[in-house]
T-cell receptor
Framework: AQKVTQAQTEISVVEKEDVTLDCVYETRDTTYYLFWYKQPPSGELVFLIRRNSFDEQNEISGRYSWNFQKSTSSFNFTITASQVVDSAVYFC????????????FGAGTTVTVRA | EPEVTQTPSHQVTQMGQEVILRCVPISNHLYFYWYRQILGQKVEFLVSFYNNEISEKSEIFDDQFSVERPDGSNFTLKIRSTKLEDSAMYFCASDRSSGNTIYFGEGSWLTVV
């Protein structure tokens, strides 16, 4: 069974601090995809990144970076120099062949960035 | 940039009433989904739809739920007789191919009173 664990329920930081969100996943498949989505207070789900299981290269996009480590089944997300607009719920998600590639979400981490 | 659009953004309905939530997926996408998020909880899969039929559904998607793609663009979720516990944000999503990136609409917030 696939499973995504986001152990941090809430994180509160002051603007300009870095914040790292943890995500640990479980799957039996060798081919799978990992995602991060952002849900701002307005409620929509905004796609941030998709990473396939064969690509362990870390990725940086502006102030966002992702650290994928298959050895520990983790796909962590770091926001550098956080801003108030980063305040949102962040969801990690997994899709794999065993589940017909439907998304299985973690419980989400609420990030609050204070000015 | 193409996006998934949903209507209504918010609907309040009385228990027992039928509700239809509408979605227009991204035009060249072939896989369509409904997900649900009860307030404060995680996003849960409801149903996937491909080639004009349901490809998979969750335990949540019981006989009260149905989906339809009545024309070439709309994808609807119908709840036949709403219950209080159906109150949630319902997200429509689409995907160009299985395993690709699933893009979500802005959600339809359903409140059952």
């Amino acid at each position: 069974a696939q499973k995504v664990t986001q152990a941090q329920t809430e994180i509160s930081v002051v603007e300009k601090e870095d914040v790292t969100l943890d995500c640990v996943y479980e799957t039996r498949d060798t081919t799978y995809y990992l995602f991060w989505y952002k849900q701002p207070p307005s409620g929509e789900l905004v796609f941030l990144i998709r990473r396939n299981s064969f690509d362990e290269q870390n990725e940086i996009s502006g102030r966002y970076s992702w650290n994928f480590q298959k050895s520990t089944s983790s796909f962590n997300f770091t926001i550098t120099a956080s801003q108030v607009v980063d305040s949102a719920v962040y969801f990690c998600a997994l899709s794999d062949l065993s589940n017909d590639y439907k998304l299985s979400f973690g419980a989400g981490t609420t990030v609050t960035v204070r000015a | 940039e193409p996006e998934v659009t949903q209507t209504p953004s918010h609907q309040v309905t009385q228990m027992g009433q039928e509700v239809i939530l509408r979605c227009v997926p991204i035009s060249n996408h072939l896989y369509f989904y409904w997900y649900r998020q009860i307030l404060g909880q995680k996003v849960e899969f409801l149903v996937s739809f491909y080639n004009n039929e349901i490809s998979e559904k969750s335990e949540i998607f019981d006989d009260q739920f149905s989906v339809e793609r009545p024309d070439g663009s709309n994808f609807t979720l119908k709840i036949r007789s709403t219950k209080l516990e159906d109150s949630a944000m319902y997200f429509c999503a689409s995907d160009r191919s299985s395993g690709n990136t699933i893009y979500f609409g802005e959600g339809s917030w359903l409140t059952v009173v």
